[in-house]
């Protein structure tokens, strides 16, 4: 299993998730049992690259699988969607993980891990609230509207004492402290999922679509999600956005869903992604999710992403299409589902989006 990129912590979070594999592997029902492990007939290497909000959940899908496949290796480089999709797109990966879709021009183009005349397709694997995340100093309860969000990362609303900040927050002592507005620097599906957001409910306001490329000048950019966990952790008056299961003990905004502020649960984000459609006029393989940003129901928390394994329908070279067949399968089952909540606060699948998910694997050669 490749850890560089991961560091100390997450070789023990990883080593604790072999530890865990391996008591269950004892106990019946389970995915990874010691009979798994010692009859599974797969073997290679599988590399994938990309979102790095998948991050936790591909730590532990990957000690787990391993566990179960003794003979396959599994790397996972967390280098952001849009890298994930460009080394994916060149070849030089199996699979993408990406926060965002693939897009109309990268769907015309051709695909180097693919068989000729195969294209790839997005399967939803992973479905994580995004949170609002902020330190400022004093404050531990924070409101805020869609509008007012959308103003600050606009660079327009300038100190946590503006008027309209006020307003949301009665009883709320809130500083003059000049915020800090904390972005993406790379291409990021967690930013277009941010920035679909802000478009879909305070229009007059995010005046721009929605793109992995934050559109606005100014503020503060960096790299990744612990890029922007770490900004807003070790800045003064910082706000930014990201993964709720990398939050910590940061602050974190409700966020204003028809007349009620709600926090995130993984029950509300998955609740929003049930009653969203497919994105229409791509192949019927393709599982893309147009997200309803604009519910008025507060039991739903539209503030989300949907996570995607990128495949090919058909490879290049047959092995490898077996090897990711086998992967994404697990990431999308029930037991891969349960693991990735347990490590990353991810909300499962539905059973209906799971059902989807796995008849298009079963195609996949």
Same mark, same amino acid.
């Given at each position: 299993?490749?850890?560089?990129?991961?560091?100390?912590?997450?070789?023990?979070?990883?080593?604790?998730?072999?530890?865990?594999?391996?008591?269950?592997?004892?106990?019946?029902? /389970?995915?990874?049992?010691?009979?798994?492990?010692?009859?599974?007939?797969?073997?290679?290497?599988? /590399?994938?690259?990309?979102?790095?909000?998948?991050?936790?959940?591909?730590?532990?899908?990957?000690?787990?699988?391993?566990?179960?496949?003794?003979?396959? *290796?599994?790397?996972?480089?967390?280098?952001?969607?849009?890298?994930?999709?460009?080394?994916?797109?060149?070849?030089?990966?199996?699979?993408?993980?990406? #926060?965002?879709?693939?897009?109309? *021009?990268?769907?015309?183009?051709?695909?180097?891990?693919?068989?000729?005349?195969?294209?790839?397709?997005?399967?939803?694997?992973?479905?994580?609230?995004?949170? =609002?995340?902020?330190?400022?100093?004093?404050?531990?309860?924070?409101?805020?509207?869609?509008?007012?969000?959308?103003?600050?990362?606009?660079?327009?609303?300038?100190?946590?004492?503006?008027?309209?900040?006020?307003?949301?927050?009665?009883?709320?002592?809130?500083?003059?402290?000049?915020? /800090?507005?904390?972005?993406?620097?790379?291409?990021?599906?967690?930013?277009?999922?941010?920035?679909?957001?802000?478009?879909?409910?305070?229009?007059?306001?995010?005046?721009?679509?929605?793109?992995?490329?934050?559109?606005?000048?100014?503020?503060?950019?960096?790299?990744?999600?612990?890029?922007?966990?770490?900004?807003? *952790?070790?800045?003064?008056?910082?706000?930014?956005?990201?993964?709720?299961?990398?939050?910590?003990?940061?602050?974190?905004?409700?966020?204003? =869903?028809?007349? /009620?502020?709600?926090?995130?649960?993984?029950?509300?984000?998955?609740? =929003?992604?049930?009653?969203?459609?497919? =994105?229409?006029?791509? #192949?019927?393989?393709?599982?893309?999710?147009?997200?309803?940003?604009?519910?008025?129901?507060?039991?739903?928390?539209?503030?989300?992403?949907?996570?995607?394994?990128?495949?090919?329908?058909?490879?290049?070279?047959?092995?490898?299409?077996?090897?990711?067949?086998?992967?994404?399968?697990?990431?999308?089952?029930?037991?891969?589902?349960?693991?990735?909540?347990?490590?990353?606060?991810?909300?499962?699948?539905?059973?209906?989006?799971?059902?989807?998910?796995?008849?298009?694997?079963?195609?996949?050669?």
């Amino acid at each position: 299993m490749n850890l560089k990129r991961f560091g100390r912590p997450a070789v023990i979070a990883v080593a604790a998730a072999l530890a865990l594999s391996s008591c269950a592997s004892n106990e019946a029902g /389970t995915g990874s049992s010691t009979t798994a492990a010692t009859t599974s007939t797969l073997t290679g290497t599988l /590399t994938g690259a990309g979102s790095s909000a998948q991050g936790s959940a591909q730590e532990a899908w990957i000690a787990a699988f391993q566990t179960s496949n003794p003979n396959v *290796t599994v790397n996972y480089d967390p280098s952001g969607s849009g890298a994930g999709r460009s080394t994916f797109i060149a070849g030089g990966s199996d699979f993408a993980g990406s #926060d965002s879709s693939l897009n109309d *021009t990268e769907l015309a183009g051709t695909f180097a891990s693919c068989a000729a005349g195969a294209k790839a397709v997005d399967l939803p694997v992973y479905i994580s609230p995004i949170a =609002v995340i902020f330190n400022v100093a004093g404050v531990t309860d924070l409101k805020l509207d869609s509008a007012t969000l959308a103003h600050i990362f606009r660079g327009e609303i300038t100190t946590w004492n503006d008027p309209a900040i006020v307003a949301l927050n009665s009883g709320v002592t809130l500083p003059a402290t000049a915020i /800090t507005a904390v972005h993406r620097s790379d291409d990021s599906g967690t930013t277009k999922n941010f920035t679909d957001y802000l478009f879909q409910t305070a229009p007059t306001v995010w005046t721009d679509k929605a793109a992995d490329a934050f559109p606005i000048q100014g503020g503060e950019g960096a790299k990744g999600t612990s890029g922007v966990v770490d900004a807003v *952790t070790n800045g003064v008056g910082t706000i930014g956005y990201a993964d709720a299961s990398k939050a910590g003990k940061l602050g974190v905004a409700k966020i204003k =869903v028809g007349d /009620t502020f709600v926090g995130y649960t993984a029950e509300a984000a998955a609740a =929003v992604v049930a009653e969203s459609p497919l =994105v229409t006029g791509r #192949d019927a393989s393709d599982l893309a999710i147009k997200i309803n940003r604009t519910t008025t129901d507060a039991t739903h928390y539209p503030l989300v992403l949907v996570s995607y394994a990128v495949v090919c329908t058909e490879y290049a070279k047959p092995a490898q299409g077996e090897l990711v067949k086998a992967y994404v399968t697990y990431m999308a089952s029930a037991d891969g589902q349960k693991v990735a909540a347990s490590a990353g606060g991810a909300a499962p699948l539905s059973t209906d989006l799971a059902d989807k998910v796995a008849a298009v694997l079963a195609t996949v050669k």
